[in-house]
């Protein structure tokens, strides 16, 4: 269902599950031992997401749903199953990684969930992407209504889960839902452009940005002392003391 691979600072995770990459109970056990692969990798810094199938990843595997309705199962198992996905794709969110989505195909309601717990996501101008659980009677349940919320506020949240409306990825781009989109046959050049320009990123560094960002939409931070007090824990970094003494050797 997945190849994990690793080159130089990358770490490159590939969704192999034909045709679709749907989200099965197996997926998500095989993806939580795969999360605990890359929080162990310390040689990395960047987490390239993609997908070897036309489509990126469809979201969950509808198969399982219909059982589980049909077999009225109790709802407290269904919420495990929920909190598990939520406990997953928080990880995600939360590596200690820059995580980049490549999104050639659909990209749609679990799947996208997924894009949006990365930290970037670029775009083929042909890919689909959306949250439509709502025509099966369904919302976005893996932090989907939150994360879209977040990153492109109510108006385009409410387009894109109470509308279920389906965008290329060049509309995606102009709503915010991605950060770059270009053709398809430019994709794979520009996620390895971006990963190229990212590549020297400081991992500590990294790790303490993306505490800050997070720190910047949750109420009960305070963005402003976290990120004083994640600056303080940087300019006592050896490797931050040695890349500022290595920029001025150069100059």
Sequence with gaps: MFDLSHQGTVSTLTLSRPPANVISHAWLEEFDTILDQLEGNKVTNILHLRSNQKIFCAGADLNEYRLRMENN?????????????????????????LSIAEI???ALGGGFELALSCDLRVAANEAK???P??????????GGTQRITKLCGPSTANRIVLACEIVDGKTAHE??????????????GKALEIIANCGDVSTDALLGAKKCIAAAQDP???GFEMEIDVSLELVQNPDSIKRVSSFFDKN
Excluded: C, T
């Design 133 to 142: 659980e709502g025509r099966l009677g369904l919302i976005p349940g893996a």
């Design 220 to 222: 009960n931070s305070d």
């Design 104 to 106: 050639g195909g659909a």
């Design 129 to 131: 992407l959306g949250l």
């Design 175 to 188: 709503l915010g839902m991605v950060q770059w989109a270009v053709p398809r046959d430019e994709l794979a």
């Design 73 to 97: 199962e109790d709802p407290a198992e269904y919420k495990k199953y929920l909190m598990n996905f939520h406990r997953l794709f928080g990880r995600l969110e939360s590596l200690a990684k």
